[in-house]
Nanobody, 123 residues
Framework: QVQLVESGGGLVQAGGSLRLSCAAS????????MGWFRQAPGKEREFVSA????????YYADSVKGRFTMSRDNAKNTVYLQMNRLKPEDTAVYYC????????????????WGQGTQVTVSS
């Protein structure tokens, strides 16, 4: 059974930083892209970032570009999201996403989801 388990969320002041982790089990994602999505209260889940299998290519939503950095450690079957210069509008539940083939920014194309971790940014 594939599981994606996020950690690292919490409460932080605007301008602060958090680092999210997503540990996968049940299968190796070393040959697969991984992603992060987020869902704010009353809003649809949206794409945040994705990383290819090697970590050589990363992709970001315009709203986080330059502030967030996604990385991965295939030996640990884990991906990370370093979030800097956080803003109140970054408040959301952050979900880890796993792909079987390729990567996509649409939620319907994600093959595996984590349970989510809450990030709250106070002003």
């Amino acid at each position: 059974q594939v599981q994606l388990v996020e950690s690292g969320g919490g409460l932080v002041q605007a301008g602060g930083s958090l680092r999210l982790s997503c540990a996968a089990s049940g299968r190796s994602f070393g040959s697969n892209a991984m992603g992060w999505f987020r869902q704010a209260p009353g809003k649809e889940r949206e794409f945040v970032s994705a990383i290819n299998w090697s970590g050589g290519n990363t992709y970001y939503a315009d709203s986080v570009k330059g502030r967030f950095t996604m990385s991965r450690d295939n030996a640990k079957n884990t991906v990370y999201l370093q979030m800097n210069r956080l803003k109140p509008e970054d408040t959301a539940v952050y979900y880890c996403a796993g792909y079987i083939t390729g990567w996509y920014s649409q939620t319907r194309d994600v093959d595996y989801w984590g349970q989510g971790t809450q990030v709250t940014v106070s002003s």
